[in-house]
């Protein structure tokens, strides 16, 4: 398909974790696999030809993953960096991106993002608030997005609204806002691997 030709898609997973305490990639989910498996499988299943990770240097072991590795070219510009860094990494011109923490998301919650943002971009707006975790940004948001973190400015948030006129909004309807639950405190964790959440 010539959608996915075009399509590359990456699983942010550098994240400090400093809420939880440990590294939310390795949290395991309810199926007995480290979160980062688990999600990795689920970008793959969209049929893009080129996968990267975004991580850490320290996390080594995400090498076994087969995926192509990409590390943030700056330091602490926390997802705005390692979005930057994938987009500039690929050949594609668009990019699928998700989250580690959202263990709840779904092949046909991505696949709705893909077809929201045709040959462009899109973002979820799930109730008042944009989700740039779960997002398709297009190639030509590099230049931005590189100019931005070398004047010091990390706010992803600023960074889709203010350059990202190319990405369309999709509205989540409240019956599936449960996809976006994030996992990003020991709490929240415990909410979700009992099913409490």
């Known amino acids: 398909m010539k959608q996915m030709e075009t399509l590359a898609v990456a699983l942010m997973a550098g994240g400090r974790s400093t809420r939880m305490g440990r590294d939310k990639a390795c949290l395991m ?17 969209m049929g893009a030809p080129e996968v990267f990770i975004s991580c850490r240097e320290d996390q080594g072991y995400l090498a076994e993953s087969g995926a192509q590795l990409v590390f943030d070219q700056w330091e602490n510009a926390g997802p705005m960096g390692g979005i930057v860094s994938c987009l500039e990494a690929m050949k594609a011109d668009r990019l699928l991106v998700l989250a580690v923490d959202l263990p709840e998301m779904t092949r046909a919650g991505l696949t709705a993002l893909l077809t929201a943002a045709g040959e462009g971009g899109a973002v979820f707006r ?11 940004y297009p190639k030509a948001m590099a230049g931005s997005g590189r100019r931005r973190l070398e004047d010091g400015e990390f706010a992803l948030l600023e960074w889709i609204t203010k350059d990202g006129e190319v990405m369309r909004e999709l509205q989540v309807p409240v019956s599936e806002e449960a996809l ?11 909410r979700w691997i009992t099913g409490e959440a």
Not at 126 to 136: K, N, S, T, W
Not at 180 to 190: G, I
């Open 180 to 190: 976006f639950m994030n996992v990003n405190d020991p709490a929240a964790w415990d």
């Open 29 to 45: 989910d309810r199926k007995g696999r480290e979160f980062w498996r688990g999600r990795l499988e689920l970008l793959c299943q």
């Open 126 to 136: 799930c109730g008042r608030f944009l989700e740039p975790l779960v997002a398709v």
